[in-house]
């Protein structure tokens, strides 16, 4: 028995599955047989294909196949073959019917496979798109909070930054006042950095459409940092994949994303350690993306709060706003792509950022 199914319809690597095996003078006879029968809409015997052949020299052998059709359509072939006087063997009109019979319940099967494989792709697409629907929603109930509170809250702020600066005039700047008068205009001056870094996130940003080659983007991104004292015992291992092609996206919003991970990575490792960024090209749900991990030596993070990472405004530090890696989110996911994260408690964390190879920005 030998079962062909067409390759455009499950996208299958190999189309032919064959049970048992059949003189190898007359295998040759059964791809000829299934096209034959692929064309012609049904089924066909060994001797309607050859009369002449068959007569001279494999009068002995019965070979049928039957198409598999669906939706006039045809999904593939079932074919039986063996030699006529084989013991148990049926006889010919009753294995043909045999056939007919089983290849109709293959394409109703085949059929629901397909319909299912179908229903599995929609299904994800419904996933991705009510997730991106969640977090809009999450960003838009934000961003109305975020500017009525923002307003409420800036004025005030204001207020206090410019009083407190006039009293920092009048103080002895050697009393212990103007110490506290310091400390109120850098904390208010804090506060007005997280306001705007709020108003920005909420804000719905445009997207430059940018020429970008990643790996120089993340070069100007490592040389920001390299000056900086405080970054001298980090060490970067670069792993550039030299054939990456150019990628549309906003090469601004993208250095942010890379600054955030970055600057993440170097507060686990509190200043010390080794990241290693690594580009490539590879395809997810059958589409081509550039990545960017980012791996860092800082211990991982705690399987008990990986799921809140992403949430605006959550975070483990004192001075963290949690918004560095919603913010990167949100301009990943703008530019068509996603952010995967590898967790390795003890060791480290990976930060995977993929990028659509495609032209198109959402
Ligand atoms: N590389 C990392 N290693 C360990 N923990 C991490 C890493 N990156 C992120 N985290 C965890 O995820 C939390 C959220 O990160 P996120 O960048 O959003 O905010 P933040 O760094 O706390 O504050 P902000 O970035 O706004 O200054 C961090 O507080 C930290 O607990
Ligand atoms: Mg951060």
């Known amino acids: 028995v030998s079962i062909r199914i067409e390759k455009s319809v499950l996208a299958l690597e190999t189309e032919r599955f064959t049970y048992g095996t059949m003189d190898p003078a007359v295998e040759r006879y059964i791809a000829p047989l299934e096209e034959k029968c692929v064309h012609l809409k049904k089924s066909i015997s060994l001797e309607d294909y050859a009369e002449k052949v068959v007569e001279d020299k494999f009068s002995g052998f019965f070979m049928y196949v039957s198409p598999i059709i669906s939706k006039n359509r045809i999904l593939g072939t079932l074919l039986m073959g063996g030699e006529k006087s084989q013991p148990g063997m049926a006889n010919e009109e009753d294995a043909a019917y045999l056939i007919d019979t089983i290849a109709r319940y293959l394409s109703t099967g085949l059929e629901t496979t397909l319909l299912n494989i179908r229903l599995r792709d929609v299904l994800r697409e419904l996933g991705d798109a009510q997730k991106r629907l969640v977090e809009q929603e999450k960003f838009r109930s934000l961003g109305e909070m975020t500017a009525s509170i923002a307003h409420e809250i800036k004025n005030p702020l204001a207020i206090i930054g410019g009083f407190t600066k006039r009293l920092a005039n009048k103080a002895n700047k050697d009393g212990v006042e103007w110490r506290y008068i310091d400390i109120i205009v850098k904390e208010v001056s ?120 992403f949430n605006p405004f959550f975070t483990t530090k004192e001075r963290g706003t949690g918004l560095g890696l919603a913010i990167s989110n949100k301009i990943v996911m703008n530019h068509g792509g996603h952010i995967e994260v590898n967790n390795n408690v003890g060791k480290g964390v990976t930060f995977v950022v993929y990028l659509p190879i495609k032209n198109n920005i959402m």
């Open 190 to 309: 804090r506060l007005e950095t997280i306001l705007n870094e709020l108003l920005n996130y909420v804000k719905d940003v445009p997207i430059a459409n940018d020429m970008c080659m990643i790996n120089e983007c993340i070069d100007e991104v490592i040389y920001l940092f390299a000056p900086d004292a405080a970054w001298e015992n980090i060490h970067f291992v670069r792993e550039y994949d030299t054939t990456l092609p150019p990628t549309r996206c906003d090469v601004q919003q993208i250095k942010q994303v890379f600054i955030n991970i970055l600057m993440n990575s170097f507060e686990a490792m509190a200043g010390k350690g080794t990241i290693t960024i690594k580009t490539g090209q590879t395809y997810y749900r059958e589409k081509p993306y550039v990545t960017i991990s980012i791996t860092d030596t800082g211990g991982g993070i705690e399987p008990a709060i990986i799921d809140n990472i």
